[in-house]
């Protein structure tokens, strides 16, 4: 494939199938893809079985194949000697009878093209030469390309053209990467590989091979290479050659480096890394200079300012190695907080660490400072105190699961939120705080507040400010919206994908646009990870499971959940309502009761439940746990009782609730309906995976019987006179214990028969018998 290169294929498109007498010179170094745009060029216009493309032009040794490299002609008999280059050529009246006739047998019927690969440098005679063959090509209907990686003549013909190949863009070459090697390529690597390479994709590749996949993935740091490979060597051969003795020095003495410094301080830097990298050597050889001395000072490995870099970059797996000791035995306050914001923000907590958790030691009480603010000097006293028990509050919930002071919390947060020069990672971590607590508004306005453009963004906090807005789309149920900020930060550092909240956040956004069903249930190795970090996830989890109709395994996981984290991201009232509806999917009816009352202690604040869809699921809770077994009026109240309509997310959830609990008990056509309108809303919201839940459960409750009669349909007064009837009253007894007319029994019985889809009372003692709804058994 060729990436990167639209224009450049229509150009040569254009050539081939034209009928001007020139000569197109596509012109690149080596590894550029000269070769693979030609060939792709001429195959887009049908050229595939009628062009030839000759090979080691300039050797004694030329030969010619068709595109597909399926046929071959030795050209070895045209081949004469120059006597200008003293090298061989080609007798081009001979060459041309020859390659015609050979590809006579082609049978190809699309524009005749004579594509000469690998002339190198373009040089007068080899100018000359090339005009001769175009001549003699045109007068038997060729047209002629050539590629070169140099142009030693000009100005060339009139006859002429030149294309030139540049650098690929970055998303070009990281498509070239991502096809070629097995590892997902981190983008700040991309662009280092695409700077050292100057856009070179052969060069890039090479480059690219001589790393480690931590170093692909950016879990470890890379910055240039040491040494010029063999590729790199062939394509600046011509350019080192051609270089004079000062400017060869002037190169190996340029500053090189990672491409961010050299922009961030504005410092000129070299169109070609690797010459200059290849003059260091060259000059290093002679003794008149060492390539470590052009550098300058090489980059701190083992101090403050790599542990830094590290934690800054998110390299992890460098982290316990190098950055540990570091940040343990150094009281560096901004060191201590980016370590203790790393951790909180992946929910690693290194405890299988011989050196224990990530946490500060020696430090000082400033270190909280750090976590929040680039430059804390400015912020007032008030402020910094709620940050360091912000700090302290969410370290213990790390560890324990517990949040013992939510309303102090929430004070702190509205005290540091509105400061300016906010690290993303701070802000990451109070959107976090702002939703477990209910406040999916403030986390909104949070994020918004501090979206503005900031120079010198470190990876740490573009991957967190993606994790917060994933977070609160998550809270919001908007799944696509999920996937998108998890695909931006995992496109920089694709280990982002094995972290678990983003593993949980990922399940459950799955989940709900495509029904994907969690593969795993809990990761491996859960020594490494917070409590809180556990508890999100097996939330994250159960909710994906429940989307996919699979009740059961939803109940284990979000009971794992609250007990893990009290307190998780989604919030406790959404994470409780999903146990309830879960626990109602899977459990028969008059056995729900004591197993989800509890759910009710402690109660939830009405802080908590101020947010118009948290209200909404706080609602639907409610009816969930209706006493008397009839939801539907608690049902409708809920789908149109809030004053600001709820989001499609949370009516869709109140209408699958509904209709699996009226399915589940016997109201068929009721939660039919409920389901049916669900189906239509999940189409329209992007929110699919819905579908494959609500075929599980009816294809479950077809085979349970749970699809039976229309119990729950009847109402209030029916029942009554049904349970009478089952129990042997007759007409006039149940007229009676009612105060209404005996008339008016039989009425409703009969209403009651057509309702339940039998026809007379033996029918319905027969099916009490066999299938008696919930409260039919209670009385």
């Given at each position: 494939?060729v990436?990167?290169r639209?224009r450049?294929?229509?150009?040569?498109?254009?050539?081939a199938t034209?009928?001007?007498?020139?000569v197109?010179?596509?012109?690149?170094?080596?590894?550029i893809?000269?070769?693979?745009?030609?060939?792709?060029?001429?195959k887009?216009?049908?050229a595939g079985?009628?062009a030839?493309?000759?090979?080691?032009?300039?050797?004694p040794?030329?030969?010619a194949?068709?595109l597909?490299?399926?046929r071959r002609?030795d050209l070895s008999a045209w081949?004469?000697?120059d006597r200008l280059?003293?090298?061989?050529?080609?007798?081009a009246?001979?060459f041309l009878r020859?390659?015609s006739?050979w590809?006579g047998?082609g049978?190809?019927t699309?524009?005749?093209?004579?594509?000469?690969d690998?002339?190198?440098?373009l040089?007068p005679?080899?100018?000359?030469w090339?005009q001769?063959?175009?001549?003699?090509?045109?007068?038997?209907?060729w047209?002629?390309?050539a590629a070169?990686?140099g142009?030693?003549?000009?100005?060339?013909?009139d006859?002429?053209?030149?294309?030139?190949?540049?650098?690929l863009d970055?998303?070009?070459l990281?498509?070239v990467?991502?096809?070629?090697?097995?590892?997902?390529v981190?983008?700040?690597v991309?662009?280092?590989?695409?700077?050292?390479?100057?856009?070179?994709p052969?060069l890039?590749?090479?480059?690219?091979?001589a790393l480690?996949?931590?170093?692909?993935?950016?879990?470890?740091?890379?910055t240039g290479?040491e040494?010029v490979?063999a590729?790199?060597r062939?394509?600046?051969?011509?350019m080192?050659?051609?270089?004079d003795?000062?400017?060869?020095?002037a190169l190996?003495?340029?500053?090189l480096?990672?491409?961010s410094v050299a922009?961030?301080d504005?410092?000129?830097?070299?169109?070609?890394p690797?010459?200059?990298l290849?003059?260091r050597?060259v000059?290093?050889?002679?003794?008149k200079?060492?390539?470590?001395e052009?550098?300058?000072?090489?980059?701190?490995?083992?101090?403050?300012?790599?542990?830094?870099s590290?934690?800054?970059g998110?390299?992890?797996?460098?982290?316990?190695?190098r950055?540990?000791?570091v940040v343990?035995?150094?009281p560096d306050p901004r060191?201590a907080?980016r370590?203790?914001g790393v951790?909180l923000m992946?929910?690693?907590a290194w405890?299988?660490?011989?050196?224990?958790?990530?946490v500060p030691?020696r430090v000082?009480?400033e270190?909280?400072?750090h976590l929040?603010?680039r430059h804390p000097a400015?912020?007032?006293?008030?402020?910094r105190?709620?940050?360091?028990?912000v700090?302290?509050?969410?370290?213990?919930l790390?560890d324990?699961?517990d949040?013992?002071?939510?309303a102090?919390?929430?004070?702190?947060?509205?005290l540091i939120?509105?400061?300016p020069?906010q690290?993303?990672v701070?802000?990451?971590?109070q959107?976090r705080?702002l939703?477990m607590?209910?406040?999916v508004?403030g986390?909104r306005s949070?994020?918004?507040?501090h979206?503005?453009?900031?120079?010198g963004?470190?990876?740490?906090?573009?991957v967190?400010?993606?994790?917060a807005?994933?977070r609160?789309?998550?809270?919001d149920?908007?799944?696509i919206?999920?996937r998108t900020?998890?695909a931006?930060a995992a496109?920089?550092r694709?280990s982002v994908d094995?972290?678990?909240?983003v593993?949980?956040?990922?399940?459950?956004?799955?989940?709900?646009v495509?029904g994907?069903v969690?593969?795993s249930?809990m990761?491996?190795?859960?020594?490494s990870w917070s409590?809180r970090?556990?508890g999100e996830?097996a939330?994250?989890?159960?909710?994906?499971?429940?989307?996919v109709?699979?009740?059961e395994?939803?109940?284990a996981?979000?009971?794992?959940?609250l007990?893990?984290?009290?307190?998780?991201y989604r919030g406790?009232?959404q994470?409780?309502?999903?146990?309830?509806?879960?626990?109602?999917?899977s459990?028969p009816?008059g056995q729900v009761?004591?197993?989800v009352q509890r759910?009710?202690?402690?109660?939830?604040?009405p802080d908590?439940?101020s947010a118009?869809?948290v209200?909404?699921?706080?609602?639907?809770l409610?009816a969930?746990?209706?006493?008397?077994?009839?939801?539907s009026?608690?049902?409708e109240?809920?789908l149109?009782?809030?004053?600001?309509?709820?989001?499609p997310?949370?009516?869709v959830r109140m209408?699958v609730?509904?209709?699996?609990?009226a399915?589940?008990?016997?109201?068929r056509?009721?939660?039919?309906?409920?389901?049916?309108?669900?189906?239509t809303?999940?189409r329209?919201a992007?929110?699919a995976g819905?579908?494959?839940?609500?075929d599980?459960?009816?294809?479950?409750?077809?085979?349970s019987g749970?699809?039976?009669?229309?119990w729950?349909?009847?109402?209030r007064?029916e029942?009554?006179m049904v349970?009478?009837?089952?129990h042997?009253?007759t007409?006039?007894?149940i007229?009676?214990a009612t105060f209404?007319?005996?008339?008016?029994?039989?009425n409703?019985l009969?209403?009651a028969?057509?309702t339940l889809?039998?026809r007379d009372?033996?029918?319905l003692?027969?099916?009490a018998?066999?299938r008696?709804p919930?409260?039919?058994?209670?009385?």
């Amino acid at each position: 494939m060729v990436h990167g290169r639209d224009r450049e294929l229509r150009v040569i498109g254009h050539f081939a199938t034209d009928l001007d007498p020139t000569v197109l010179v596509v012109r690149g170094l080596s590894g550029i893809g000269k070769t693979a745009t030609v060939l792709h060029a001429l195959k887009q216009v049908g050229a595939g079985a009628s062009a030839v493309r000759v090979v080691r032009s300039c050797s004694p040794r030329p030969s010619a194949h068709d595109l597909d490299s399926s046929r071959r002609i030795d050209l070895s008999a045209w081949s004469v000697t120059d006597r200008l280059e003293h090298e061989p050529a080609f007798d081009a009246s001979g060459f041309l009878r020859a390659v015609s006739a050979w590809a006579g047998g082609g049978g190809g019927t699309g524009p005749r093209v004579l594509f000469v690969d690998d002339v190198g440098v373009l040089t007068p005679e080899r100018a000359r030469w090339l005009q001769n063959l175009a001549d003699e090509a045109y007068g038997q209907d060729w047209r002629v390309i050539a590629a070169v990686r140099g142009i030693a003549v000009e100005p060339l013909s009139d006859d002429v053209e030149v294309l030139e190949l540049g650098p690929l863009d970055r998303g070009s070459l990281r498509r070239v990467l991502d096809m070629e090697l097995s590892v997902p390529v981190a983008a700040d690597v991309v662009e280092h590989l695409r700077w050292w390479s100057a856009g070179n994709p052969r060069l890039a590749l090479e480059l690219a091979g001589a790393l480690s996949g931590a170093e692909l993935r950016g879990d470890a740091s890379w910055t240039g290479p040491e040494v010029v490979g063999a590729a790199a060597r062939r394509a600046y051969r011509a350019m080192l050659a051609g270089l004079d003795p000062a400017t060869m020095t002037a190169l190996a003495g340029a500053p090189l480096g990672d491409v961010s410094v050299a922009r961030r301080d504005g410092r000129s830097t070299v169109r070609h890394p690797l010459l200059s990298l290849l003059c260091r050597e060259v000059r290093g050889s002679d003794g008149k200079a060492d390539g470590h001395e052009a550098g300058g000072v090489g980059p701190d490995v083992t101090g403050p300012g790599a542990a830094a870099s590290i934690l800054d970059g998110l390299h992890l797996d460098e982290l316990p190695a190098r950055a540990w000791a570091v940040v343990a035995a150094t009281p560096d306050p901004r060191l201590a907080a980016r370590a203790v914001g790393v951790s909180l923000m992946t929910g690693r907590a290194w405890a299988d660490h011989p050196d224990g958790p990530l946490v500060p030691g020696r430090v000082g009480p400033e270190w909280t400072d750090h976590l929040w603010w680039r430059h804390p000097a400015g912020v007032g006293e008030e402020a910094r105190a709620a940050g360091a028990r912000v700090a302290a509050t969410l370290l213990r919930l790390e560890d324990s699961g517990d949040l013992p002071d939510p309303a102090g919390l929430r004070a702190d947060l509205g005290l540091i939120g509105p400061t300016p020069g906010q690290d993303w990672v701070g802000v990451d971590l109070q959107v976090r705080a702002l939703l477990m607590l209910g406040d999916v508004v403030g986390a909104r306005s949070l994020i918004a507040d501090h979206s503005g453009a900031t120079p010198g963004r470190t990876v740490a906090e573009i991957v967190a400010r993606d994790l917060a807005a994933a977070r609160v789309a998550a809270f919001d149920g908007r799944a696509i919206d999920v996937r998108t900020h998890l695909a931006h930060a995992a496109e920089l550092r694709p280990s982002v994908d094995e972290w678990l909240p983003v593993r949980g956040l990922r399940a459950s956004a799955d989940a709900v646009v495509d029904g994907t069903v969690p593969a795993s249930t809990m990761p491996a190795q859960a020594g490494s990870w917070s409590a809180r970090a556990l508890g999100e996830y097996a939330a994250d989890l159960g909710a994906a499971h429940l989307v996919v109709g699979q009740a059961e395994l939803a109940v284990a996981l979000l009971t794992i959940a609250l007990e893990h984290c009290a307190w998780p991201y989604r919030g406790r009232v959404q994470v409780r309502c999903d146990l309830v509806e879960a626990v109602m999917a899977s459990t028969p009816p008059g056995q729900v009761g004591p197993r989800v009352q509890r759910l009710l202690d402690p109660p939830v604040a009405p802080d908590e439940r101020s947010a118009v869809d948290v209200a909404a699921a706080y609602s639907r809770l409610c009816a969930l746990l209706a006493a008397d077994g009839t939801p539907s009026a608690t049902f409708e109240a809920a789908l149109h009782a809030p004053p600001t309509p709820m989001s499609p997310w949370q009516r869709v959830r109140m209408l699958v609730a509904y209709g699996r609990y009226a399915v589940t008990r016997g109201a068929r056509s009721t939660g039919t309906e409920m389901l049916d309108e669900a189906r239509t809303l999940v189409r329209l919201a992007g929110m699919a995976g819905w579908l494959r839940g609500i075929d599980v459960f009816l294809a479950e409750a077809e085979t349970s019987g749970g699809a039976g009669p229309e119990w729950e349909v009847l109402a209030r007064p029916e029942r009554e006179m049904v349970r009478l009837a089952v129990h042997g009253a007759t007409n006039s007894q149940i007229a009676q214990a009612t105060f209404v007319s005996e008339r008016t029994v039989v009425n409703r019985l009969r209403r009651a028969y057509a309702t339940l889809g039998i026809r007379d009372r033996r029918d319905l003692v027969r099916l009490a018998e066999t299938r008696p709804p919930a409260w039919l058994v209670g009385g």
